[in-house]
Nanobody
Framework: QVQFVESGGGLVQPGGSLRLSCAAS????????MGWYRQAPGKQRELVAT???????NYVDSVKGRFTISRDNAKNTVYLQMNNLKPEDTAVYYC?????????WGQGTQVTVSS
């Protein structure tokens, strides 16, 4: 079963940037539609950005124009570039297939936006 390891989170001031990475164990990573999800304290996990196997992207309205999802199939990796971060972006960020594969959720990476 495919497994994911997220990295790149941290503490950043409002308006700052972070780049998240997600390494996948799947041999056929390139055929997967992928997504970045986040879960804030007390809230349900939400899908914030998606990228298809063909490279088409989509974003939830709250991050449009600020976040960019990309993938490098040669490295089995998907990225999330986050610019102009806001306090409401604070959450644990996860990657998974889209839709998510049960049993493949990683530990996530914490993103905290605070002054």
């Amino acid at each position: 079963q495919v497994q994911f390891v997220e990295s790149g989170g941290g503490l950043v001031q409002p308006g700052g940037s972070l780049r998240l990475s997600c390494a996948a164990s799947a041999r056929l990573f390139s055929i997967y539609n992928m997504g970045w999800y986040r879960q804030a304290p007390g809230k349900q996990r939400e899908l914030v950005a998606t990228i298809t196997s063909a490279g088409r992207t989509n974003y939830v309205d709250s991050v449009k124009g600020r976040f960019t999802i990309s993938r490098d199939n040669a490295k089995n990796t998907v990225y999330l570039q986050m610019n102009n971060l806001k306090p409401e972006d604070t959450a644990v960020y996860y990657c998974n297939t889209n839709p998510g594969t049960e049993g493949s959720w990683g530990q996530g990476t914490q993103v905290t936006v605070s002054s």
